[in-house]
């Protein structure tokens, strides 16, 4: 069971998500943010809209010329991703 608790107490443990166990605005029962109160869940769906208003449908195609162990870095980054 996921525990349950207030922002008050989440902020004083050091954490940056908490979960009350009721439903937000549109329904998530997800964490919350301790600065906000914020759905995290509709935070992430704001900022996709905001995203793809700006940018549109499609991902950009970018190409970067590195060398040696940065271009590994990079790589294991972009699977992460």
Do not use: W
Request: proline share 2%.
């Amino acid at each position: 069971m996921i525990k349950k608790e207030t922002q008050e107490e989440a902020q004083r443990a050091g954490r940056m998500k908490y979960r009350t166990g009721k439903p937000c605005k549109r329904g998530h029962t997800g964490p919350r943010y301790t600065c906000s109160t914020y759905c995290c869940e509709c935070q992430a769906e704001n900022a996709r809209a905001a995203r793809e208003r700006v940018m549109g449908d499609g991902l950009v195609s970018v190409t970067v010329k590195v060398s040696g162990n940065k271009a590994d870095m990079l790589r294991k980054f972009a699977e992460m991703c």
